[in-house]
């Protein structure tokens, strides 16, 4: 990165109903969670999706994975439009 | 002109009303603080409905004993919720076992699959309503049958179905137990994990206390009948197919939001005092029952007292029509109530009353005795 802008982990979901399972799990882990419009590099999922710093990307995976959310695809992104 | 009468409402079976004030306070909020288009963006009015109907979501099911909050559908009401799963599932060749008791909300749609090619094989109730599980069994032991179709509750009789049971010989015989809870949800205490039900339809705005214009559909984790309805939802846009995943495969458009949030406050307030609503609607539900029968020319239809039923009391008069019943109960004393068929010719077939018809008292939240008091005096001076 030479931007200096900060990078984030984007989580993307198939459903509405899942994203907000994940933003709970993530919220209850205190986690630094935003949902945001699900970029085109996710697919043509969920109409949102759950960002979160890309260091706390680990911590969030394994919070879902042991709250049983099934993600469908995860990237990574640089805050471009300064979000 | 103002009402002489203060209404005392006794067509709780049709429609619960007064509404609770947290239902209306949540529909007016969820229109005015999140009227976006539930999971169609991530701005806060869009973020806002689509947490409004997952906390209803999650709300009901916790309410119904659903563990997995996806296996609650969100529907237009019970007649859709009863459309869905019949028409998603049943196709020409299959054969059904169905109480002689069901209301049109499930009558109609089946007839309508019969002119297709299922068969529909139905097993008369007694004369109170109850269906006989052993006759079930017997219908269902005939020949291969692909789904038993059974009321919880009836509309008219206020008898309680052995839904267990029946869904315990449906399994045996490879079939699914598809029930019409219409009555049933909120006047009757839930537990669908244990229930034995694939599919369970609900009112919303009957004994769960929500608002008309919702209701829901439970499906069991392995029943997946086909949706009847295509189109958008917010999620996997790009594809051309309907998602399949619970609960989008069978929620396209756009959802009731303002309805999810009053049926979701509903929910949470049964939760909370379901069980005293309940034992006060037992209490005047019997009440009403015992002291109807002391009055002179009039039948009770349904089970006798002392016998579960949910809080509905349907009679007949030997002189006096239902229709003349409700009119005077109405000019005399402010009691609404239903008279005639309740969409349930089948029933007043099956307890003889076809051709009169039957006056119904529904019974629920915001009754008091005094309110049973004054329908019951009401009764004696009118028949008198």
């Given at each position: 990165?030479?931007?200096?802008?900060?990078?984030?982990?984007?989580?993307?979901?198939?459903?509405?109903?899942?994203?907000?399972?994940?933003?709970?799990?993530?919220?209850?882990?205190?986690?630094?969670?935003?949902?945001?419009?699900?970029?085109?590099?996710?697919?043509?999922?969920?109409?949102?999706?759950?960002?979160?710093?890309?260091?706390?990307?680990?911590?969030?995976?394994?919070?879902?994975?042991?709250?049983?959310?099934?993600?469908?695809?995860?990237?990574?992104?640089?805050?471009?439009?300064?979000? | 002109?103002?009402a002489e009468h203060p209404i005392r409402y006794f067509d709780h079976a049709a429609t619960s009303w007064p509404?609770?004030?947290?239902?209306?306070?949540?529909?007016?909020?969820?229109?005015?603080?999140?009227?976006?288009?539930?999971?169609?963006?991530?701005?806060?009015?869009?973020?806002?409905?689509?947490?409004?109907?997952?906390?209803?979501?999650?709300?009901?099911?916790?309410?119904?004993?659903?563990?997995?909050?996806?296996?609650?559908?969100?529907?237009?009401?019970?007649?859709?919720?009863?459309?869905?799963?019949?028409?998603?599932?049943?196709?020409?060749?299959?054969?059904?076992?169905?109480?002689?008791?069901?209301?049109?909300?499930?009558?109609?749609?089946?007839?309508?699959?019969?002119?297709?090619?299922?068969?529909?094989?139905?097993?008369?109730?007694?004369?109170?309503?109850?269906?006989?599980?052993?006759?079930?069994?017997?219908?269902?032991?005939?020949?291969?049958?692909?789904?038993?179709?059974?009321?919880?509750?009836s509309n008219v009789t206020g008898?309680?179905?052995?839904?267990?049971?029946?869904?315990?010989?449906?399994?045996?015989?490879?079939?699914?137990?598809?029930?019409?809870?219409?009555q049933?949800?909120?006047h009757?205490?839930?537990?669908?994990?244990?229930?034995?039900?694939?599919?369970?339809?609900?009112?919303?705005?009957k004994g769960?206390l929500?608002?008309?214009?919702?209701?829901?559909?439970?499906?069991?984790?392995?029943?997946?009948?086909?949706?009847?309805?295509?189109?958008?939802?917010?999620?996997?846009?790009?594809?051309?197919?309907?998602?399949?995943?619970?609960?989008?495969?069978?929620?396209?458009?756009?959802?009731?939001?303002?309805?999810?949030?009053?049926?979701?406050?509903?929910?949470?307030?049964?939760?909370?005092?379901?069980?005293?609503i309940r034992a006060t609607e037992r209490r005047l539900t019997r009440r009403l029952h015992e002291e109807l029968l002391g009055i002179d020319g009039i039948r009770v239809l349904g089970p006798p007292p002392g016998?579960?039923r949910v809080p509905v009391v349907s009679v007949t008069h030997d002189r006096l029509a239902p229709d003349e019943l409700a009119f005077a109960l109405e000019r005399r004393a402010g009691i609404a109530v239903r008279a005639g068929?309740h969409?349930?010719?089948?029933?007043?077939?099956?307890?003889?009353t076809?051709?009169t018809g039957a006056l119904r008292f529904g019974l629920g939240l915001g009754l008091t005795d005094d309110d049973v008091a004054v329908a019951l005096e009401a009764m004696r001076e009118i028949v008198a």
């Open positions: 990165m030479t931007s200096g802008r900060a990078l984030f982990a984007v989580f993307g979901f198939d459903s509405t109903h899942v994203a907000l399972k994940a933003e709970d799990a993530l919220l209850a882990a205190d986690l630094e969670v935003a949902l945001i419009p699900t970029p085109r590099a996710l697919g043509s999922l969920c109409g949102f999706a759950v960002r979160v710093p890309a260091e706390q990307r680990q911590s969030a995976s394994a919070v879902l994975e042991t709250a049983r959310v099934d993600v469908n695809g995860v990237i990574e992104i640089e805050d471009r439009a300064r979000r | 002109m103002a509404k609770p004030p947290e239902v209306v306070d949540a529909m007016v909020r969820a229109m005015a603080e999140a009227g976006g288009n539930p999971g169609r963006g991530a701005h806060a009015l869009s973020l806002g409905a689509a947490r409004t109907i997952a906390g209803a979501r999650s709300a009901l099911a916790a309410l119904l004993g659903v563990p997995d909050d996806r296996d609650i559908i969100f529907t237009a009401g019970c007649t859709s919720a009863v459309n869905l799963v019949l028409k998603g599932s049943l196709v020409p060749g299959d054969r059904v076992v169905v109480s002689s008791v069901e209301h049109n909300s499930v009558v109609r749609p089946l007839l309508a699959l019969a002119a297709l090619g299922v068969e529909v094989s139905v097993v008369r109730a007694d004369a109170q309503g109850r269906i006989d599980a052993d006759e079930v069994e017997r219908a269902v032991r005939e020949r291969p049958t692909r789904a038993v179709i059974c009321q919880h509750a008898a309680i179905q052995p839904i267990g049971d029946l869904a315990d010989i449906a399994h045996e015989h490879g079939s699914v137990m598809i029930v019409d809870g219409a049933g949800a909120g009757i205490a839930l537990d669908l994990s244990a229930l034995g039900a694939d599919a369970y339809a609900c009112s919303g705005h769960l929500g608002p008309q214009g919702i209701g829901a559909l439970y499906l069991s984790p392995a029943f997946q009948p086909t949706e009847l309805v295509q189109g958008g939802g917010g999620g996997d846009s790009g594809a051309s197919a309907q998602p399949s995943a619970r609960p989008d495969r069978y929620e396209a458009g756009t959802g009731n939001t303002p309805g999810a949030a009053g049926l979701g406050a509903a929910a949470r307030l049964l939760r909370a005092r379901g069980d005293e016998e579960e068929l969409c349930s010719p089948w029933t007043h077939e099956t307890v003889g076809a051709e």
